[in-house]
């Protein structure tokens, strides 16, 4: 099995920064790979598809990149709504393993 | 509009199978490139990918709980049904359906990704 691992796991943050988040694949999924946003109590909500397409509706500074097995979502200025959880997963093979996720914080 | 949402008992007793149904609107699991998978997230911990149904019937699992899990589909009723058996309090977890949309890349290839997720149903494993 694929296996991602999430930097940082846990990040503080002010309202305004830029932030990036990387995930790592032990091996290479092409660009198979998705982002997903989610906050206490909530469903996941997807950003991010395909290394690097932006789900429709999702804010423009949200944005990611990479293929192969580095991958980072950037966020460009943070807004107070998305402090949340942020988990990567990969979807090049089965199973489609998530990353253990990056809370996001003030 | 894509709906889901999940339903099934929310207390299950340690050796029990669980069965949990995923009914969802605004979409055909006959469409191709369509697929509904299961996803379960134990408290306070991260989301772990459980199985995967596709439009032409094919079926997936996590290879640690292949041989307790069924995945299943009534496209009639617009449902998917997950089976999970010999149920432990390790399992105890909200249960998430989500829908992987027919979507193509330039060279025609099917995309992955979750797109719409239902609401999460919370199943608890204890005596």
């Known amino acids: 099995d694929i296996q991602l691992t999430q930097s940082p796991s846990f990040l503080s943050a002010s309202v305004g920064d830029r932030v990036t988040i990387t995930c790592r694949a032990s091996?290479?999924?092409?660009?198979?790979l998705a982002w997903y946003q989610q906050k206490p109590g909530k469903a996941p909500n997807l950003l991010i598809y395909?290394?690097?397409t932006l789900q429709s509706g999702v804010p423009s500074r949200f944005s990611g990149s990479g293929s192969g097995t580095e991958f980072t979502l950037t966020i460009s200025s943070l807004q107070p709504e998305d402090f949340a959880t942020y988990y990567c997963?990969?979807?090049?093979?089965?199973?489609?393993?998530f990353g253990q996720g990056t809370r996001l914080e003030i | 509009q894509v709906t889901l949402r999940e339903s099934g008992p929310a207390l299950v007793k340690p050796t029990q199978t669980l069965t949990l149904t995923c009914s969802f609107s605004?979409?055909?699991?006959?469409?191709?490139?369509?697929?509904v998978s299961w996803i379960r997230q134990p408290p306070g911990k991260a989301l772990v990918w459980l199985a995967r149904?596709?439009?032409?019937?094919?079926?997936y699992y996590k290879t640690s709980l292949k041989t307790r899990l069924i995945i299943s589909k009534d496209t009639s009723k617009n449902q998917v049904v997950l089976t999970m058996t010999n149920m432990d309090p390790v399992d105890t977890a909200t249960y998430y359906c989500?829908?992987?949309?027919?979507?193509?890349?330039?060279?025609?290839?099917?995309?992955?990704?979750?797109?719409?997720w239902g609401q999460g149903a919370l199943v608890t494993v204890s005596s």
């Open positions: 989500a829908r992987i949309p027919p979507v193509r890349d330039d060279s025609g290839y099917f995309l992955y990704f979750f797109d719409s």
């Open positions: 605004g979409f055909s699991l006959n469409t191709s490139g369509t697929s």
């Open positions: 149904i596709d439009w032409d019937d094919d079926k």
């Open positions: 091996q290479g999924i092409s660009n198979f």
């Open positions: 395909a290394a690097s």
């Open positions: 997963q990969e979807l090049n093979s089965y199973p489609h393993t």
